[in-house]
């Protein structure tokens, strides 16, 4: 791969582009690598190098310049702490927010970092005030990164709904996607896969009916909603709340 470095042929592009520039994964690449769920995978390679060095110009490779380099693995199928705390962290500093907080509830979903590893781990320097909003924001209890994208958009409203939160309805306890159980209102990532069968479509049915017949606002989004309209997404929630449709 270069002088004094060799890889096995069947090792991920990744490492073998790291390795002919003397650097590590990062960002974006890295959180692959780790296995954490993404709302887009990456298109590019992310490959972190120290400042001064002089790595080859490689076609689909973005080079990220540190005074340091970031803590990595060889073993990356079982990440160390450290490693996936620094990649939440780049992931934040560079990425929207959605797609940034997606990375960090997978990582807490995993197992692999605690909220408490998340607490004072914004640091300093540039991207501060990015990398907090996303640690702040992190939570394990979204299911995928399709809810984590719908609650990124919602959080940029101004709005901090609860991930999953539990309703108590007469002989049943429904959990919605994002609740405010205050202003009765429950906000659901519909997911095409789910609803391809027609029990859980009828399911479904039934299920938000009854919300509304305890008084809540139901709101749905489908993924193309929150892949390509999150413009569209975030006027909705603000006009609901904005006409006093949701009741106190």
Excluded at 62 to 88: E, F, G, K, N
């Amino acid at each position: 791969m270069a002088r004094g470095r060799y890889a096995l042929p069947e090792l991920p592009d990744a490492l073998k582009a790291a390795a002919r520039a003397r650097g590590v994964p990062s960002h974006a690449t890295a959180a692959q690598l780790l296995g954490l769920d993404m709302v887009f995978p990456p298109t590019r390679l992310d490959i972190s190098v120290t400042h001064g060095a002089r790595p080859p110009a490689q076609k689909i490779v973005t080079y990220h310049r540190r005074r340091s380099m970031p803590p990595w693995t060889p073993a990356y199928r079982t990440p160390t702490p450290d490693v996936t705390l620094q990649v939440v962290r780049d992931c934040a500093s560079a990425m929207p927010f959605a797609e940034a907080l997606a990375i960090a509830d997978s990582a807490l979903r995993a197992g692999l970092l605690t909220a408490e590893d998340l607490l004072g781990a914004a640091g300093s320097g540039p991207g501060r005030r990015r990398r907090q909003r996303v640690l702040t924001a992190a939570s394990s209890l979204a299911a995928n990164p399709f809810e984590s994208a719908l609650r990124g958009i919602v959080i940029e409203t101004g709005l901090d709904l609860r991930p999953q939160l539990p309703i108590a309805l007469p002989g049943q306890v429904i959990r919605v996607d994002l609740g405010d159980a205050d202003r009765r209102l429950a906000i659901e990532a519909d997911s095409f896969a789910w609803h391809g069968h027609r029990t859980a479509l009828a399911s479904d049915c039934r299920r938000y009916d009854e919300l509304v017949r305890a008084g809540w606002t139901v709101l749905r989004f489908a993924w193309e909603h929150v892949m390509f309209e999150p413009a569209w997404i975030a006027e909705v929630v603000r006009d609901v709340y904005r006409r006093g449709t949701v009741t106190g």
